[in-house]
T-cell receptor, first 117, second 115 residues
Framework: KAGVTQTPRYLIKTRGQQVTLSCSPI?????VSWYQQTPGQGLQFLFE???????NKGNFPGRFSGRQFSNSRSEMNVSTLELGDSALYLC????????????????FGPGTRLTVL | AQKITQTQPGMFVQEKEAVTLDCTYD???????LFWYKQPSSGEMIFLIY??????QNATEGRYSLNFQKARKSANLVISASQLGDSAMYFC????????????FGQGTELSVKP
């Protein structure tokens, strides 16, 4: 079974540009969550998508957005990039069927390392 | 308020010895899950072990076990027989039932295994 894939793996952009990152979850997984990891702030939750709907959102400005497609693949977009957006962006997928034990496995992709110059 | 606390920024352990990485958490949700992840220098987060709040027994996965003390709100990771490949960052995370798939992470512990 293929794992979570993220593209691209590395990205260099300049301030003011926008960027789109992609995440393909494990086959059959319906939930995709996105995280930002920086040395200063650690791992912070961006948002979660489930069945094409945003289910939860972290405390990030509106420049950060995402969506999920019918095949559960997800994209996140950052507009008007700032230097502080340089980070490792990780996505995680989980099966997320109904029930309180549905999230007992959350698998991460290899991440996209974004550098903003 | 910090919901996940990992008080050991860095730890050293001799190869083949056991090591315990500490994690305490705070939640008012009676139903939650606790996770441990390993992050090597490559950046990928590797799922190690999961403990549900209603699980009666401590979780184990190979050389990894979770010492779950619910009353003390602690979920320490025990790695037995450390290997050089265990050198990495280790993160404790929590999911609260009413928060969907959102994970709250601790600051991590950097483990170095000495030959």
């Amino acid at each position: 079974k293929a794992g979570v894939t993220q593209t691209p793996r590395y990205l260099i952009k300049t301030r003011g540009q926008q960027v789109t990152l992609s995440c393909s979850p494990i086959s059959g997984h319906r939930s995709v969550s996105w995280y930002q990891q920086t040395p200063g702030q650690g791992l912070q939750f961006l948002f979660e998508y489930f069945s094409e709907t945003q289910r939860n959102k972290g405390n990030f400005p509106g420049r950060f957005s995402g969506r999920q497609f019918s095949n559960s693949r997800s994209e996140m977009n950052v507009s008007t990039l700032e230097l502080g957006d340089s980070a490792l962006y990780l996505c995680a997928s989980s099966l997320a069927v109904s029930g309180r034990l549905s999230y007992n496995e959350q698998f991460f992709g290899p991440g996209t390392r974004l550098t903003v110059l | 308020a910090q919901k996940i606390t990992q008080t050991q920024p860095g730890m050293f352990v001799q190869e083949k010895e056991a090591v315990t990485l500490d994690c305490t958490y705070d939640t008012s949700d009676p139903s939650y899950g606790l996770f441990w992840y390993k992050q090597p220098s490559s950046g990928e987060m590797i799922f190690l072990i999961y403990q549900g709040s209603y699980d009666q027994q401590n979780a184990t996965e190979g050389r990894y076990s979770l010492n779950f003390q619910k009353a003390r709100k602690s979920a320490n990771l025990v790695i037995s027989a450390s290997q050089l490949g265990d050198s990495a960052m280790y993160f404790c995370a929590m999911r609260e039932t009413n928060q969907g798939g959102k994970l709250i992470f601790g600051q991590g512990t950097e483990l170095s295994v000495k030959p």
